[in-house]
Nanobody
Framework: QVQLVESGGGLVQTGGSLRLSCAASGRTFSSYVMGWFRQAPGKERKFVAAISRTDGVTHYTDSVQGRFTISRDNARNTVYLQMNSLQPEDTAVYYC??????????????????WGQGTQVTVSS
């Protein structure tokens, strides 16, 4: 079992920044592909960003490319999402997720086996 705990959400004005963190349990964190997803009210959960296990390969959805940065610290069992230039449309519950059997970065939610409880990000206009 892998437990994921997100933190760092909150209320920010348009153009502001937030840094989300996701702490994972377990001794094999470096073997997980990690991702961030978000779900706005009344909408489906959508992919935001993902990072490979050890070589730092990343992938972003187009709408956050250049504004968000995903990173990880395998020694601390933690993945981060630095969010800059936030816009009202970024408002959502953000979830981190772990894929325990993917070799490469994966964008599909069905390939992630463990999920955090989510953290609310609200961007005011």
């Amino acid at each position: 079992q892998v437990q994921l705990v997100e933190s760092g959400g909150g209320l920010v004005q348009t153009g502001g920044s937030l840094r989300l963190s996701c702490a994972a349990s377990g001794r094999t964190f470096s073997s997980y592909v990690m991702g961030w997803f978000r779900q706005a009210p009344g909408k489906e959960r959508k992919f935001v960003a993902a990072i490979s296990r050890t070589d730092g390969v990343t992938h972003y959805t187009d709408s956050v490319q250049g504004r968000f940065t995903i990173s990880r610290d395998n020694a601390r069992n933690t993945v981060y999402l630095q969010m800059n230039s936030l816009q009202p449309e970024d408002t959502a519950v953000y979830y981190c997720a772990a894929s325990t059997d993917s070799i490469f970065v994966t964008l599909s939610a069905v390939t992630y086996h463990y999920w955090g409880q989510g953290t609310q990000v609200t961007v005011s206009s």
